[in-house]
């Protein structure tokens, strides 16, 4: 491995730094005259009213190449000597979409131009994963809340944690899952660079202008070697100038008086109003175009969404989001194009968090420095065969939260109910990127029965983030049916780490005849190191968690992946309407740059204590706490209670832990129905495994905690509103050791199945279509060793994967269908819809009990235990729709203005979307999130 990273970084010396988004398309075709005989010397010329135009030579095998194109509508044009000249138009290109032409010159009887009107082909013969183009077409007439997450929403086979209705939703991202890919692995991504969060992986650094994007990408399967990991991969594509001028506007607007009330009388008897929006304003500008015509381009946008919601309990939660992007293009020469883009995107919330357990006091007020992000890339052509791309990024992120409690308010939670009080925590998080990458694109035709394009890369990537946060009053007080009960004692967290990646992909397409095979791989390099750190001590409990500074750790860690990826397309009819497709991956994961804090005395550090409030002050001293400094705690985390001051780490990485792993088959086939209006389906099979666990380790005898450990059985049973529940948990025979051990997972993996059938018409003859169903099942799979404490065990081997982690929205169910729809009417109107229908939530039941015997070996004062196998209860099947009517008012020479009405949750169903699954609750079943009533939006757009 040493020898590999040598040589990966004397690669990245001599070529620059590197990987591979698209960003772009391309357009690929053969030349040939009536005897199917390939014609070279051929001039095609790639001719838009957006872009200069460019030129290529047809080869000896009469095939030419346009590579990278922006995304846009061309006309190609074939010119040779005694042949007609030939021009095919329409050719529509998008991110990533790789058209095929056919080109067939006629000798010149007569000389004269033969003009093309042609269908460009909407099934793409080198596709042989699952991806989504959403264009301008559907980002702007689609009805949607106007953000990235509902926008996923629409796309087949991706399910999201919450539903916004009109923009209620937009002030908070989303999770969401697709193919049975973790949260964490999802890869954001910008005209090509990543951004992924890698402080909170799977998540975007930043919220967005919606109109800032000219088309988005969504990959969710058989992802090629440019790609890091199997989860979604998300690239957005921002606007750009052209030799057009463009000018574009909109405001959109709705009230809480243009919605109705879906509440049911179950929700009235709690006294709640439901989930509404006050208001939302919605408005913004972009513009752009020629500086100099076909040379130097420019665009500037500007936007903001004011966003006020009231939640279930009738708490406020209210956003504003500002967002600001720059773009500048340039042809330095007819092989030569640059860009520089500058993006800034800031948030600012009040009422964060806020529902029917965290009432305004609890909730905190969140602040920003606008994310700025800064990318330059250069694109140098070599010659028609020959490509490099040269990208670099960086991103500076300040942003954080401060509770409305304050912070000298000791935080309370009641267990019965689930219910906080007091105040809540702070946050204050410093986070940066800075991203290098050279891609590569080499063609060789002819070579070994067929032609070679070879995609290659090399990226490097530098994550450092700082955060410190801190519970109010560095303490929670826990209650049991009103009495003092628990309480946690704290001290402020602050994590100061950094981690990098090195990475090289490289693929190879072989194209010969109908056949098309993908061979390629990747290799990541990452690491985590942690900085000097000062923590500050305890307001509660100094003695037990004192101030310390920590020194600067490099744990001599990391892990280098090898993900081989192979996928082939077979075109059956000859045509290039249908085919065949398949893929066979391995994907690695992300390693997070907070990893090194395993090792580390800086990691968030807690205690708990039996506590009895004895002087009646609702206030936790030390004095009442059971057993303080002589006694061991309950249960804790992160220090060593019998050596507080201690800077040397009780855990350990084992030095055989690598990547978790996705192993990935696929078998497709698409058919071209008729023109614009194909029908896919796709079998997906992915197995997770070698996932990462922490167990217990005592490093004074270098022995971590196994299942023989746990040999304490204990049975009882519970009785609570009538019925009687029997239930049994484990405890270790001794108290737990200090230390931690960091290892890959024995046995435990996870099986996902899924069929997914989706159907696509593009706009043509006045009307356009996106459908999908997805069936899937994902189960986890333990093994003999793949647990330690049996505790729930029987309730959770063999069943559903649950996406979301916690109790509430505890998993999605096991089918999705979606469809969305726009037909042109005349006199300028335009109606669309989008549909969802999916199986209910799986919900998971549980009782909450006291626990003594694992409170005396530190194993926590209460447990969670499921009353049943975990997927036996759903909420109800779910179902929406949104439509959309609008009226383009052509304005000649002035441009388009369009008058919009928008109304979501047409049918105005009142839908559960949470409940409080704690049976031995007062609040057991009790409605904690609804869908948002029907409500009416205006909007009204301009562009020029």
Not at 192 to 204: C, E, K, V
Not at 219 to 228: E, F, L, N, P
Not at 789 to 797: G, R, W
């Amino acid at each position: 491995m040493k020898k590999l990273s040598i040589m990966l970084t004397i690669f990245l010396i001599i070529t620059g730094l590197c990987s591979a988004q698209e960003q772009y398309g391309n357009i690929r075709g053969s030349v040939t005259d009536t005897e199917g005989t390939p014609l070279p010397g051929v001039t095609v010329s790639l001719e838009s009213e957006q872009y200069a135009p460019r030129y290529v030579i047809t080869s000896e095998g009469g095939v030419f190449r346009f590579i990278n194109v922006s995304l846009g509508v061309y006309q190609i044009k074939c010119e040779l000597p005694g042949f007609n000249t030939y021009i095919q138009e329409n050719i529509d290109i998008r991110v990533g979409f790789n058209a095929e032409l056919k080109i067939v010159l006629e000798l010149a009887i007569l000389q004269r131009e033969v003009t093309v009107v042609a269908v460009a082909p909407i099934v793409d013969a080198k596709k042989t994963g699952t991806a989504t183009n959403v264009t301008q077409i559907t980002l702007q007439e689609i009805p949607s809340g106007r953000d990235p997450w509902v926008v996923l929403q629409q796309v087949p086979g991706i399910m999201v944690d919450r539903e916004n209705v009109g923009g209620s939703e937009s002030g908070q991202q989303s999770q969401f899952i697709s193919k049975g890919a973790k949260v964490g692995e999802t890869m954001w991504n910008m005209d090509g660079m990543p951004i992924t969060d890698m402080a909170s992986l799977g998540t975007s650094p930043t919220y967005y202008d919606f109109d800032q994007f000219e088309e988005m990408q969504i990959v969710t399967s058989g992802q090629d070697a440019s790609i890091q990991t199997g989860g979604i991969s998300i690239n957005f594509i921002t606007r750009r100038g052209t030799n057009k001028y463009q000018v574009m506007g909109r405001t959109f607007f709705t009230h809480d008086k243009l919605q109705s009330d879906n509440r049911t009388e179950e929700l009235k008897d709690l006294g709640y109003v439901g989930d509404r929006i006050n208001q939302i304003l919605d408005y913004g500008i972009q513009v752009g175009g020629p500086a100099i015509k076909d040379r130097f381009w420019f665009w500037l946008g500007y936007g903001v969404q004011d966003i006020r919601h009231t939640t279930i309990a009738g708490y406020p939660d209210n956003t504003k989001l500002e967002g600001f992007n720059a773009k500048l293009n340039f042809h330095l020469s007819a092989r030569n194009r640059a860009e520089l883009a500058f993006v800034y995107n800031n948030k600012t919330q009040t009422g964060r968090d806020a529902s029917p357990t965290h009432p305004p006091e609890t909730t905190v007020n969140q602040y920003g420095n606008g994310n700025p992000f800064f990318k330059f890339e250069d694109e140098h052509t070599f010659s028609p065969n020959f490509l490099l791309s040269l990208k670099l990024a960086v991103r500076i992120s300040d942003w954080g939260y401060d509770p409305q409690g304050g912070m000298d308010v000791q935080r309370r939670y009641d267990i019965d109910t689930g219910m906080y009080s007091g105040s809540s925590s702070n946050y204050r998080s410093k986070r940066s990127s800075y991203s290098a990458k050279l891609d590569g694109n080499y063609f060789v035709e002819n070579i070994l029965g067929g032609d070679h394009e070879f995609k290659f890369g090399v990226e490097y990537r530098l994550t450092p983030a700082r955060t410190n946060s801190a519970n109010a009053g560095d303490c929670v007080r826990g209650y049991l049916n009103e009495d003092s009960f628990i309480a946690q004692v704290d001290r402020e967290a602050v994590y100061d780490c950094k981690s990098d990646r090195y990475s090289f992909y490289i693929n190879d397409a072989f194209s010969a005849g109908r056949l098309t095979l993908n061979f390629g791989f990747r290799v990541d390099r990452e690491k985590s190191v942690t900085n000097e750190t000062s923590i500050k001590a305890s307001k509660v409990a100094p003695l037990l968690l004192p101030a310390l500074t920590v020194p600067a750790i490099d744990p001599d860690f990391k892990w280098t992946t090898f993900s081989p990826r192979i996928g082939f397309t077979y075109n059956l009819t000859g045509d290039g309407k249908t085919l065949l497709r398949g893929n066979v991956a391995r994907y690695g994961s992300h390693m997070s740059n907070y990893f090194a804090l395993n090792v580390s005395p800086a990691r968030k550090s807690w205690a708990q204590y039996f506590w009895n409030d004895s002087n009646g002050d609702d206030q936790v001293t030390t004095d009442e706490l059971f057993g303080y400094l002589t006694l061991a705690p309950s249960a804790f985390d992160g220090f060593n209670p019998w050596n507080p001051t201690s800077l040397e780490t009780s855990n350990k990485i084992d030095e055989n832990l690598k990547s978790p792993l996705t192993d990935e088959l696929i078998l497709g086939i698409e058919r071209e129905i008729f023109a614009d209006f194909s029908l896919s389906a796709d079998v997906i099979l992915r197995r997770h495994h070698r996932t990462v666990w922490v167990l217990y380790y005592n490093k004074a005898t270098d022995t971590k905690i196994s299942q023989s450990d746990y040999t304490e059985h204990y049975t009882d049973s519970l009785t609570y509103d009538g019925e009687t529940y029997n239930y049994e948990y484990w405890a270790l025979d001794e108290y737990r050791p200090v230390g931690e051990y960091i290892e890959n997972r024995p046995d435990y993996h996870q099986n996902y199945m899924a069929l997914e059938i989706s159907a696509v018409k593009r706009l043509s003859h006045k009307w356009m279509m996106n459908a999908s169903f997805t069936y899937q099942i994902h189960n986890k799979h333990y093994g003999d060793n793949g647990y330690v404490d049996p505790t729930n065990i029987d309730k959770l081997d063999g069943t559903r994967v649950p996406y979301i982690s916690g109790f509430y929205y505890s998993g999605f169910g096991d089918w999705v269908a979606k469809v969305s729809f726009l037909y042109q009417l005349p006199w300028g109107f335009n109606i669309s819809c989008f549909a969802n229908a999916k199986q209910g939530y799986y919900y998971a039941p549980v009782i909450s009990v006291p626990t003594p015997e694992r409170s005396t070996v530190g194993l926590g004062a209460t447990a969670d235990i499921y009353t049943e196998k975990y997927g036996e209860t759903k909420l109800p099947n779910f179902y929406n729709v949104d439509l959309s009517l609008v009226k383009n008012i052509q304005l000649g020479k002035y441009g388009t203005l369009t008058l919009q009405v928008d109304a979501f949750n047409i049918f105005n169903f009142p839908h559960t979307l949470q409940r409080y699954p704690q049976v031995n609750s007062s609040r057991y079943n009790e409605i904690e999130k609804t869908l948002n009533p029907r409500i009416i939006r205006f909007g009204i757009r301009y562009r020029f």
